[in-house]
């Protein structure tokens, strides 16, 4: 690398002459994550003392486990030459480095290049360049270029006609010939935004959908003019990959086969999905869980899914299609204890046959499971996926309806009690793999039988069935929309009512039995106390009024809104131009207030 000199302090390298961008999370935010890495003697991508470290959104953008998901599906060889623009703090980085590739690592602001480097410290293969990425040289060409959360800022910081088309002329001329783009990039139609949550960029609501980009602000786009930025620079292959709820965090991944295949259920998948806001705006107009499949259906999900994840490449035969894999689908539980953190893949094994895929995301971190310990993770490798409508499906839209939901519960109950050693007392005991029975994990065939999938956890010894109800039925109401009947009304009373609907009796001695079991169970699998308790559920009041806490939240959010329009307009050339009009009113102003001031009884 004959224009770039190597920083040994700071571990990067750079072009002599070369200036820091001014992009940045702001000093308090990235003053903390340098010192957090520097601090910690793992900064690996399972490091649980990064995770313990999360106190804010920058904070679990740069440091959450979940950032990697979005890469996890991809094929990608120790033998591969990864360039990585715009590389941020490091996150992805870390995990392109950790899978073996040699990875050349590229960030414009020079603080920031400092906290990649440090993240990636012990990965020899990793090389964190600071540099425009217009301006980068590299000394080879490249497997794969990515653009992960990069395009959108492309004319801010590429000084060009055109920016974004120079941005990704510039990453196409990187890559091999048969080499991949991955670009990630919010969706300006995303649902999301429809929905009232705030524009990631700017913190502003329908900001985006409403299209006020400036020429020099961020930008996203929408599917079908990404199809044509693309097509233009000269990528003649495209695929669309969707993740779920976002790309900055996503817990799952849906491929645009999946979106006609006549055997999957992709509906299944995105009942269970909501989108985040994070400016912290708890506003939404409607509940998401239920238009996403109505999208799914009618085919309108690729123009409104919030997130978009795009492998594109110079040729047709490129290695975009070499090692494409048959999966349809992929779903992350990366936020619990390393040792347990899975990757659930739906593929497709031949024409008419697909299989559920259930693996350890890091392999490094499992324990050999103890003797002494109650609770067993269970992962069947290969199972056969069971068509039909998801039980949490018709439960949602049950709610939704302001129908009796006990019509999609007493089915459920009847096959938790056919597993009993007492079908006729709801006090007894089923057998410790049926602790994951609930409805997310149950189908309904067309022939109105349940099939139970995804026994992920199991209890040695007996438990009792009430706990797998209150589980049930604490997750099925939480991920469903509260009807307007119940708005309100105490949670208590419309789960007891529910349980009578059933004939169950549960007392309270109950109630903290399996509160205290549950509890137990989440300390078990994500390593902390931080359990919302069913006590705490039973007590919440549906739909009320916001507690002065909340208030205070959404004022905070508000504010934080309200100075990035702020800044937007600062940002405009109409403000800029204006501005010397606005200082020579300055003296005139001063001159009637103090006028006023000594002439109260004479008007001006």
Known sequence: MEHYIFNHDHRIWARV?????????????EDYLLTVLRNANDVSTSSLELRSAICDWPSEYHLSMMRHNLLRPFQIKDSDQILELGCGCGSISRHLGETGASVYAVEGSYRRAQIAAERCRDLINVKIFCDNINEFIPDIKFDFVTLIGVLEYARMFISSEDPVKTCLEKARSFLKDDGVLILAIENQLGLKYFNGCAEDHTGIPYFGINNCYGKYSPVTFTRKE?????????????????????????????ATEALDHPRFNVEDFLCMTESLDYTGNSYRGFHETR???????????????NSFLILASKK???????????????????????????????????????????????????????????????????????EGKLLLAEFQSQMAAQADVSDVIKPWVAFLRQQSSDPHNSMGTIPGHFLDCIPRNLVTSRENKLSFFDSEWIVKQPIPLLWVVVRGMVDSISKSKAPECLKGKIMRDFITGLFNSCEIEIRESDWLLVDQMEAELQQ?????????????????????????????????????????????????????ITKPLRLMS????????WFRKHHKDQQI
């Open 17 to 29: 002459g070369a200036t820091s961008l001014s992009y940045s999370d702001g000093d308090k935010a």
């Open 226 to 254: 990404l199809i044509r930025q693309l097509s233009a620079s000269g990528f003649e292959t495209v695929s669309f990959y969707y993740p779920l709820p976002d790309y900055k965090l996503p817990r799952l991944i849906i």
């Open 291 to 305: 238009v996403w499949p109505l999208l799914a259906r009618d085919g309108l999900f690729p123009d409104l899914a």
């Open 316 to 386: 047709a035969n490129a290695q975009i299609e070499k090692r494409k894999t048959p999966w349809l689908a992929a779903s992350y539980s990366t936020d619990r204890l390393p040792t347990y953190a899975t990757e659930t893949l739906i593929v497709q094994t031949s024409e008419d046959r697909l299989e559920v895929t259930k693996k350890a995301v890091f392999l490094s971190a499992i324990l050999p499971q103890e003797k002494v310990q109650r609770f067993i993770h269970h992962l069947d490798n290969n199972c056969p996926y069971f």
């Open 524 to 576: 078990h699998v994500f390593g902390h106390s931080h359990y919302f308790s069913y006590i705490e559920f039973l007590n919440l009041i549906v739909g009320k009024e916001m507690s002065i806490y909340e208030r205070i939240f959404d004022l905070e959010a508000e504010i934080t809104r309200s100075e990035a329009e702020i800044k937007r307009v600062k940002a405009t050339v109409s403000w800029w």
């Open 586 to 593: 300055l003296p005139v102003l001063y001159l009637i207030k």
